[in-house]
């Protein structure tokens, strides 16, 4: 069994290369293979690459494990982690399950059938050719449907089973596949929306991702998409790079978030799609949930991204990042809620996203990512200035860097509260809203002058 994975850029779709599956029925574990096509590598080196390097691991790649190269056969599964950020997941997996026949997730033995039913266009600029053409064909015989921005909120569960029934489950390196029920909505330039893909490029003005209250949608599992909401919108009112543009939605009980996306940018010359991919992608790693280690991420994020040069900045970027999914109670720090962004020729991380306050969740959620004891201070909580001192090339100019970040983040409750948030967010014990100004106190020994 083999498919066609595309890549986007240039205002369309190339065909990228064949991945084959030795052993259909294992999916992803059955370690499937990937070719480049000759002619797209000729393409996407002639665009912009560098023929003397012979390499591209930017947009116009699959992943930065596997750049565009002449010869890029890559038979050993690297391809499988890329796989992985685009099938189907969460919510949308379960729905596209249910509705193919099956009561149970068949689990790795259904993953072919999902790429090829259900990858039609993931967050990012990959698709799987196959999956594509088909929905354009059931759109293409199917009334299209436009609704107005309350219609989201109060039918939404009649919305996901419309985006289910066009085999419309997401997937995407940004964990836009999770728990939490979501659509991928475009709007037009009236004001109505539709489902990503339904309507023609020309006429989509804005793409969204509207996320619903998971679980039961209980008081708790509202509470965790109302503080997400607060999060973002105190967020980008202090200048902290994230989603902005976000509002929240509460009608006769009902309650939707939309959050505009960054992996799409409407310009004079269509859609742009930037690529995306995950941590667990570039670290090279398939389950949801594994186990990784912050010095192990930093150290892989060094090799591949481009922007910022500086490699401290990066380090001061990240390190702010964890002491922020700290302040607002995400323990939900897996490998598919941070990701590359890539922007032309640029690799960068993505502006950080699923902020939300997953200690309210009433599912237990653990962290997924962690320090090495040595680097931890004496409450078991991370020792950024020892961080710094182990890792930075300066650590007194990353601490100034970390200095002028964190200080968009210090009163956090009082922001929060302004924004929003609910009461329990604001009160709860496990989210430790000072964590700014513990970080802060740590960094003195480093920015005082010797």
Known sequence: MSLTLQIHWDNQWHDAGTVAFPHETD??????TFSYDIQYVLAALEQGGDYEREDLNNKKAVGVNLPCILGGDFMAGEIAPILRDIIPQGAGRRALVKQLGYSRDPEQAIDVRLLTEGCIGPIGNLRIKEAAKAFEKEVAESEIVLFDRQDVCTRADALVQYANNLHVAIGGATGAGGDAPKLLLVEN????????GTIPE????????VKFPRGNRSKDDVQVLEGEAAVYQLLEARGFTSIVGTFFDEINGDVALWLPRFDREVGADGVSRHGMESVYSIMGMIGDGARLEHVDVIQKLRECITKPKNKDALLADYLVRDVLNTTVGNRDNHGRNTSLIKRGHDIELAPAYDLAPMVLDPEPIANSTWWPKHLLDRRRNPDYAAILEELATDPKRAAGLMEGELSKLTG?????KRCGAPAKMLDHASIRMHEPELALEQLERLLQPH
Do not use: N, Q, T, V
């Open 27 to 32: 999916g992803l574990l059955g370690k499937p």
């Open 189 to 196: 330039h009236y004001g109505e929306y539709a489902l990503e």
């Open 202 to 209: 020309e006429d989509i003005s804005r793409h969204w991702l």
């Open 412 to 416: 956090m409750k009082d922001g929060l």
